[in-house]
């Protein structure tokens, strides 16, 4: 069974950084993207940055509204992906989600797991 552990959520000024982790825990299973999603009350939950391992290399997605603020990252060896989040604006206000795609098992069993959300508040 796989595991999403997420940390970094909190308060923070307009302006100001914060950088989430996530952790996925478990065996058997080989991951094929990670992301972050994010909800805000009464909004639909949306992708804000999504990460691709592609041998040595990574490709990496951003909504509009975080491009040139936000920075995706990944450790394979920890199966960690990170969130640097600059210049937080108070739309940013949101809970942070984890998500996992990855295969499993000798059938190659597609699994989507979601972390259990870390909350964002940006005051301004």
């Known amino acids: 069974q796989v595991q999403l552990v997420e940390s970094g959520g909190g308060l923070v000024q307009a302006g100001g950084s914060l950088r989430l982790s996530c952790a996925a825990s478990g065996s058997g299973f080989s991951i094929n993207a990670m992301g972050w999603y994010r909800q805000a009350p009464g909004n639909e939950r949306e992708l804000v940055a999504g990460i691709v391992s592609a041998g040595s290399d990574s490709v990496t997605d951003y909504a509009d509204s975080v491009k040139g603020r936000f920075t995706i990252s990944g450790d394979n060896a920890k199966n960690t992906v990170y969130l640097q989040m600059n210049n937080l604006k108070s739309e940013d206000t949101a809970v942070y989600y984890c998500?996992?795609?990855?295969?499993?098992?000798?059938?190659?069993?597609?699994?989507?797991?979601w972390g259990q959300g870390t909350l964002v508040t940006v005051s301004s």
């Open positions: 998500n996992l795609k990855a295969v499993t098992g000798p059938g190659n069993r597609f699994l989507d797991v």
